[in-house]
């Protein structure tokens, strides 16, 4: 079994750790594993940080972009990925070091073409108590074998020949505003996916101090309304949609 690691990156330092993490993970006994990274910055930022790794283990492509969308970034990671099975992780995450071992197991005794692992949010030291209580940053996608009909990249593995005949991409309308993974996965259900979570396969993001503030929760929660009314009633003008980050 091949399994290609998807990142679309925007060229953050937080890309170093993401790849170190990839390096020191367990692979099960006969899984091949390999990285593709579009770089989607301008002036090689991602590219930068791939060459500067110090004893890399695992082999990276990088594609240069450059488009400043997240759609067509990640798409082409999907033209590029050779892999049987696609992971998409993103640049400011870091897996557990059993990450793979447990995805793994929890694909093959559920049977899933698309499964979503928990992304835990690392809160600073310095943030308000409140905050780490509501832990607002963090979605619950349920218990282990919970089927979803919606899903997103972040700790995902999903079935590459799902994806072939005929090809699904990335809207790149949406590239810009957000909700691109939002409706990947909505038309991969709509297609007759068999999408389901896992709550054992650990990735860890960073909460920076600029998504904690009120602010920012106003504005991730209104960005969540409209798009669940964008499926729920269809196209709305992209303009009026505001990307919360």
Not at 33 to 41: M, N, P, R, S, W
Request: hydrophobic fraction near 40%.
């Amino acid at each position: 079994m091949r399994i290609t690691v998807t990142i679309a990156s925007t060229g953050r330092p937080t890309l170093a750790r993401t790849l170190a993490s990839l390096d020191a993970i367990t692979c099960p006994p006969g899984v091949e594993l390999d990285i593709v990274i579009a770089d989607d910055t301008r002036d090689g930022k991602a590219a930068a940080i791939v060459a500067g790794r110090t004893s890399p283990i695992l082999p990276v492509t990088v594609l240069a972009v450059g488009a400043g969308n997240v759609s067509l970034a990640r798409n082409a990671c999907l033209d590029a990925a050779t892999g049987d099975i696609l992971a998409f992780v993103d640049d400011d995450e870091w897996v557990a070091r059993d990450w793979l071992e447990k995805l793994l197991a929890a694909w093959s005794e559920l049977g899933a073409d698309c499964l979503f692992g928990p992304v835990l949010p690392q809160y600073p030291e310095t943030t308000p108590a409140w905050v780490k209580a509501a832990d607002p940053l963090y979605t619950d996608w349920g218990s282990r074998g919970r089927v979803v009909t919606v899903g997103r990249c972040g700790n995902t593995l999903v079935r590459r020949s799902l994806i072939e005949s005929p090809a699904v991409r990335f809207d790149p309308a949406l590239g810009r505003v957000g909700g691109e993974d939002t409706d990947f996965f909505k038309r991969l259900a709509r297609r007759g996916a068999r999408m389901l979570v896992t709550d054992d396969a650990l990735v860890y993001e960073d909460a920076p101090p600029h998504r904690l503030t009120v602010r920012h929760f106003r504005e991730r929660a209104v960005r969540k309304g409209q798009i669940y009314a964008r499926f729920r009633t269809g196209q709305p003008e992209i303009g009026a949609l505001s990307r919360a980050g």
